[in-house]
């Protein structure tokens, strides 16, 4: 079967997703499990998305609406009047990071992403035969002088994880517009801002407004699988020029976005009041955390997402083990020794997982 398969794929990382609930349950024979893992929102979707939700059910047996008008037109209003052909829907942002490279990709260009990130930019790239080319970050946060200076002629595509997961951290708007200012005209800046609601920096640049002045090469990934709570809908955004969304539609499967998906992300955008409550709660949450860590004496990185990476100043992957073993799911494997990333939780959650991390860190 090898000789099959497309050698540049023989190699390609499996995405490990973070450990399902049901499967820890399974397997260790636990009842009570808590997954701060893979940055969902602990209160769920808006009671409004649920309610579309189930009044789009009887509706399955229809094929979606392919272009997701109605989410379209709603979207645009969201953002004050967007023109709708600068969106584009997707099952999950993550499939705009595989449609951007059936896109644009030729073998032998390249892509630059930051290292430690999202991780999937860089096996999407490869599976064009593409090259990835990563930079790693400068103290915990992207270098954008870097990601710069690793672009050369045959750079097509740059991402820019912001907030970047698994760190937290942002670039700045100043940042931003100095390397814009140096980036080829032929090279597309991809801002990748799954957590963009959860940010509170005023030097946090809204990727949006750089498309609104015209800059024609920022392409913005946005989702609702994070703030919103759909993460199990499969649905996300891209930002971009009409000729570059245009382009995407090429690669596009016609039914990429679910009939529930649209239904709900359409009701979720509507309800103001949830995504605030949503945000509120990470920020206080975000502020117990750091508590804690102080008084354990355990050092993080302040996040402007729903996560947080601190150093247990132990191997990360025994750490993720014993945790996993009393019931409490986080995430580590971003190749730093002893890091690990934890989402935040209700205060309940949290104090789970303080507990337990601290009856893990003491057990020696
Ligand atoms: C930075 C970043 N981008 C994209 C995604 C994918 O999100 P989606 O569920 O929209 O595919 C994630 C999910 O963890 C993420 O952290």
Redesign the pocket.
Known sequence: MKALARPNIHDLAVYKPGKPIKEVQRELGLEEVVKLA??ENPLGPSLLALKALEAAVPDVYLYPDGSSYRLKQTLSEYYGGLDPDQILFAN???ELVQQLSLAFLNPGDEVVAPRPS?PRYEPLARMMNARAVEVDLTDFRLDLEALGRAVTERTKLVYI?NPN?PTGTIVTKSEVDAFLGGLPADCLAVF?E?YFEYVDDPAYPDGLEYLRNGNRQVVV?R?F?KCFGL?GL?I?YALADPEIIAFLERVREPFNVNALAQAAAEAALRDGAHKQRVVELNRREKQFLYREFDRLGIEYIPSEANFILFNARRDEQEVFQAMLRQGVIIRGGFGYRTWLRVTVGTREQNEKFIHTLQSVLTEG
């Open positions: 893979s940055n999950g942002s993550n999202f994880c997961n990748d799954a990934l989702t699988s993460a499969r996300g």
